[in-house]
Protein backbone atom coordinates (compact mmCIF):
# COMPACT_ATOMS: atom_id res chain seq x y z
CA UNK A 1 0.00 0.00 0.00
CA UNK A 2 2.77 2.41 1.37
CA UNK A 3 4.89 1.69 -2.45
CA UNK A 4 1.45 2.48 -4.20
CA UNK A 5 1.63 6.04 -2.60
CA UNK A 6 5.18 6.28 -3.29
CA UNK A 7 4.94 5.50 -7.00
CA UNK A 8 2.11 7.53 -7.18
CA UNK A 9 3.62 10.19 -5.78
CA UNK A 10 6.43 10.55 -7.70
CA UNK A 11 4.75 9.87 -11.04
CA UNK A 12 2.40 12.76 -10.19
CA UNK A 13 5.61 15.34 -9.36
CA UNK A 14 7.18 13.39 -12.76
CA UNK A 15 4.17 14.57 -14.57
CA UNK A 16 5.16 18.74 -14.18
CA UNK A 17 8.15 18.58 -15.99
CA UNK A 18 5.68 18.53 -18.88
CA UNK A 19 4.05 21.81 -17.62
CA UNK A 20 6.17 23.73 -20.00
CA UNK A 21 3.60 22.68 -22.41
CA UNK A 22 1.00 25.14 -21.35
CA UNK A 23 3.57 28.16 -21.48
CA UNK A 24 3.76 27.59 -25.49
CA UNK A 25 0.86 29.45 -25.97
CA UNK A 26 1.18 32.23 -23.20
CA UNK A 27 2.60 35.87 -23.79
CA UNK A 28 6.28 36.37 -21.72
CA UNK A 29 4.90 38.84 -19.89
CA UNK A 30 1.37 37.23 -18.65
CA UNK A 31 4.32 34.17 -17.75
CA UNK A 32 6.41 36.47 -16.05
CA UNK A 33 3.29 37.87 -13.87
CA UNK A 34 2.33 34.25 -13.32
CA UNK A 35 5.61 32.82 -12.28
CA UNK A 36 6.52 35.60 -10.00
CA UNK A 37 3.36 34.00 -7.65
CA UNK A 38 4.14 30.52 -8.08
CA UNK A 39 8.13 31.41 -7.00
CA UNK A 40 6.37 33.03 -3.52
CA UNK A 41 4.24 30.36 -2.86
CA UNK A 42 6.83 27.19 -3.81
CA UNK A 43 8.96 29.58 -1.22
CA UNK A 44 5.91 29.75 1.84
CA UNK A 45 5.53 25.88 1.17
CA UNK A 46 8.96 24.80 1.18
CA UNK A 47 9.76 26.80 4.64
CA UNK A 48 6.33 25.47 5.98
CA UNK A 49 6.84 21.80 4.73
CA UNK A 50 10.72 22.04 6.35
CA UNK A 51 9.77 23.40 9.88
CA UNK A 52 6.50 22.59 10.31
CA UNK A 53 6.17 19.17 8.75
CA UNK A 54 9.59 17.80 8.70
CA UNK A 55 11.72 18.98 11.63
CA UNK A 56 8.92 18.12 14.31
CA UNK A 57 8.56 14.62 12.73
CA UNK A 58 12.68 14.12 12.97
CA UNK A 59 12.68 15.32 16.65
CA UNK A 60 10.30 12.73 17.03
CA UNK A 61 12.98 10.03 15.96
CA UNK A 62 16.05 11.31 16.94
CA UNK A 63 18.29 13.49 19.14
CA UNK A 64 18.18 17.19 18.46
CA UNK A 65 22.06 17.84 18.32
CA UNK A 66 21.45 15.12 15.96
CA UNK A 67 18.12 16.40 13.90
CA UNK A 68 20.07 19.75 13.54
CA UNK A 69 23.33 18.41 12.47
CA UNK A 70 21.45 16.57 9.91
CA UNK A 71 19.44 19.76 9.10
CA UNK A 72 22.55 21.97 8.67
CA UNK A 73 24.30 18.49 6.50
CA UNK A 74 21.01 18.87 4.18
CA UNK A 75 21.39 22.97 3.76
CA UNK A 76 25.23 22.14 2.98
CA UNK A 77 24.47 19.39 0.33
CA UNK A 78 21.95 21.55 -1.51
CA UNK A 79 24.16 24.68 -1.78
CA UNK A 80 27.08 22.37 -3.05
CA UNK A 81 24.70 20.36 -5.24
CA UNK A 82 23.74 24.13 -6.98
CA UNK A 83 27.15 25.10 -7.02
CA UNK A 84 28.42 22.20 -8.87
CA UNK A 85 25.84 20.86 -10.93
CA UNK A 86 23.14 23.37 -11.76
CA UNK A 87 25.04 26.39 -12.58
CA UNK A 88 21.83 28.56 -13.29
CA UNK A 89 22.39 31.57 -15.38
CA UNK A 90 20.45 34.45 -14.18
CA UNK A 91 19.09 37.51 -16.30
CA UNK A 92 22.43 39.51 -16.99
CA UNK A 93 24.53 36.21 -16.59
CA UNK A 94 27.05 34.73 -19.04
CA UNK A 95 27.48 31.12 -19.82
CA UNK A 96 28.03 28.46 -22.46
CA UNK A 97 24.04 28.12 -23.20
CA UNK A 98 24.87 24.56 -25.37
CA UNK A 99 26.74 23.28 -22.30
CA UNK A 100 24.27 24.18 -19.73
CA UNK A 101 21.57 22.79 -21.46
CA UNK A 102 22.78 18.58 -20.55
CA UNK A 103 24.52 20.02 -17.29
CA UNK A 104 21.02 21.58 -16.48
CA UNK A 105 19.48 18.01 -17.15
CA UNK A 106 21.75 16.26 -15.27
CA UNK A 107 21.67 18.37 -12.54
CA UNK A 108 18.07 18.36 -12.63
CA UNK A 109 17.92 14.51 -12.90
CA UNK A 110 20.24 13.96 -9.58
CA UNK A 111 17.57 16.70 -8.35
CA UNK A 112 14.95 14.23 -9.34
CA UNK A 113 16.38 11.75 -7.72
CA UNK A 114 17.25 12.96 -4.60
CA UNK A 115 13.15 13.71 -4.18
CA UNK A 116 12.49 10.47 -4.95
CA UNK A 117 14.33 9.38 -2.05
CA UNK A 118 12.58 12.06 0.40
CA UNK A 119 9.44 11.28 -0.87
CA UNK A 120 9.72 7.70 0.03
CA UNK A 121 11.39 8.59 2.94
CA UNK A 122 8.60 10.52 4.05
CA UNK A 123 5.89 8.06 3.38
CA UNK A 124 7.90 5.15 4.98
CA UNK A 125 7.56 7.49 8.42
CA UNK A 126 3.88 8.30 7.78
CA UNK A 127 1.41 8.25 4.56
CA UNK A 128 0.42 12.15 5.79
CA UNK A 129 3.83 13.34 5.91
CA UNK A 130 4.67 11.72 2.65
CA UNK A 131 1.60 13.62 0.89
CA UNK A 132 2.70 16.93 2.99
CA UNK A 133 6.74 16.15 1.51
CA UNK A 134 4.57 15.55 -1.85
CA UNK A 135 3.08 18.99 -1.61
CA UNK A 136 5.88 20.64 -0.92
CA UNK A 137 7.91 19.45 -3.34
CA UNK A 138 5.11 20.09 -6.59
CA UNK A 139 5.06 24.05 -5.26
CA UNK A 140 8.97 24.35 -5.49
CA UNK A 141 8.55 21.92 -9.18
CA UNK A 142 5.67 24.07 -11.06
CA UNK A 143 8.08 27.43 -12.10
CA UNK A 144 11.30 25.20 -11.81
CA UNK A 145 9.64 22.93 -13.99
CA UNK A 146 8.81 25.80 -16.22
CA UNK A 147 12.27 27.34 -16.08
CA UNK A 148 13.83 24.24 -17.03
CA UNK A 149 11.94 24.01 -19.87
CA UNK A 150 12.40 27.51 -21.05
CA UNK A 151 16.62 26.76 -20.46
CA UNK A 152 15.94 24.00 -22.72
CA UNK A 153 13.98 25.93 -25.75
CA UNK A 154 16.58 28.72 -25.18
CA UNK A 155 19.60 26.49 -25.94
CA UNK A 156 18.68 25.14 -29.19
CA UNK A 157 16.08 22.10 -28.50
CA UNK A 158 12.78 21.90 -30.23
CA UNK A 159 9.95 22.87 -27.81
CA UNK A 160 8.84 19.05 -28.31
CA UNK A 161 12.20 17.62 -27.57
CA UNK A 162 12.80 20.14 -24.66
CA UNK A 163 9.73 18.46 -22.99
CA UNK A 164 10.65 14.54 -23.72
CA UNK A 165 14.08 15.10 -22.35
CA UNK A 166 12.33 17.19 -19.60
CA UNK A 167 10.31 14.39 -18.89
CA UNK A 168 12.82 11.65 -19.01
CA UNK A 169 15.13 14.01 -16.40
CA UNK A 170 11.84 14.09 -14.30
CA UNK A 171 11.17 10.07 -14.13
CA UNK A 172 14.41 9.89 -12.12
CA UNK A 173 12.17 10.64 -8.91
CA UNK A 174 10.39 7.26 -9.73
CA UNK A 175 14.14 5.52 -9.81
CA UNK A 176 15.00 7.33 -6.62
CA UNK A 177 11.47 6.43 -4.86
CA UNK A 178 12.07 2.83 -5.87
CA UNK A 179 15.74 2.58 -4.88
CA UNK A 180 14.93 4.72 -0.87
CA UNK A 181 12.36 2.01 -0.78
CA UNK A 182 14.20 -1.06 -1.72
CA UNK A 183 16.96 -0.08 1.22
CA UNK A 184 14.76 1.32 3.76
CA UNK A 185 14.87 -1.85 5.79
CA UNK A 186 19.25 -1.74 5.26
CA UNK A 187 19.31 1.81 6.55
CA UNK A 188 16.04 3.06 8.23
CA UNK A 189 18.75 5.49 10.66
CA UNK A 190 19.43 7.29 6.99
CA UNK A 191 16.12 6.95 6.23
CA UNK A 192 15.66 9.47 9.32
CA UNK A 193 18.07 11.76 8.20
CA UNK A 194 16.56 12.24 5.10
CA UNK A 195 13.64 14.18 7.15
CA UNK A 196 16.07 16.82 8.50
CA UNK A 197 18.10 16.96 5.64
CA UNK A 198 15.38 17.24 3.34
CA UNK A 199 14.08 20.08 5.43
CA UNK A 200 17.53 21.68 5.29
CA UNK A 201 17.12 21.48 1.33
CA UNK A 202 14.05 23.07 1.90
CA UNK A 203 15.31 25.90 3.65
CA UNK A 204 18.29 26.68 1.17
CA UNK A 205 16.15 26.49 -2.06
CA UNK A 206 13.37 28.93 -0.58
CA UNK A 207 15.92 31.12 1.17
CA UNK A 208 19.15 31.30 -1.74
CA UNK A 209 16.69 30.29 -4.83
CA UNK A 210 13.43 31.81 -4.68
CA UNK A 211 13.22 34.50 -1.98
CA UNK A 212 16.10 36.18 -3.45
CA UNK A 213 14.34 36.54 -7.01
CA UNK A 214 10.88 38.00 -4.74
CA UNK A 215 13.35 40.99 -3.80
CA UNK A 216 14.15 41.82 -7.64
CA UNK A 217 10.24 42.83 -7.70
CA UNK A 218 10.36 46.87 -7.34
CA UNK A 219 6.58 47.36 -7.36
CA UNK A 220 5.42 47.74 -3.81
CA UNK A 221 2.08 46.42 -4.54
CA UNK A 222 3.56 43.71 -6.25
CA UNK A 223 5.65 43.17 -3.57
CA UNK A 224 3.02 42.88 -1.13
CA UNK A 225 1.44 40.79 -2.86
CA UNK A 226 4.15 38.30 -3.25
CA UNK A 227 4.23 38.47 0.65
CA UNK A 228 0.38 37.34 0.67
CA UNK A 229 0.65 34.57 -1.42
CA UNK A 230 4.52 33.93 0.26
CA UNK A 231 2.42 33.43 3.71
CA UNK A 232 -0.47 31.29 1.94
CA UNK A 233 2.16 28.56 1.32
CA UNK A 234 3.32 28.79 4.98
CA UNK A 235 -0.49 28.88 6.14
CA UNK A 236 -1.18 25.56 3.29
CA UNK A 237 1.90 23.74 5.72
CA UNK A 238 0.36 24.79 8.33
CA UNK A 239 -3.35 23.43 8.24
CA UNK A 240 -1.71 20.29 6.41
CA UNK A 241 -0.38 19.85 10.37
CA UNK A 242 -4.31 18.91 11.11
CA UNK A 243 -3.93 15.76 9.17
CA UNK A 244 -0.65 14.77 10.87
Given amino acids: MVLLWIIGATFLVSLLSLI ?30 GLLHLLP ?29 WHHCHKGGKCDVHEFTY ?41 QEIGDFGVLVYGGFKKRKALIFNFLSALTAIVGALVGFALSGYMGGFVKA ?9 LYIASADLI ?33
Fill in 194 to 202: LLPITAGGF
Fill in 20 to 49: GVVTISLKEKILNKILIGMVALAAGALLGG
Fill in 103 to 143: VNLIGDGVHNFIDGLLIAAAFLVNIPLGLVTTLAIIFHEIP
Fill in 212 to 244: PELHKEVSTKKSVLSFIIFLIGIDIMWMLTLFG
Fill in 57 to 85: EALEEMAVTDVFLWFIGGFCIFFILEKVL
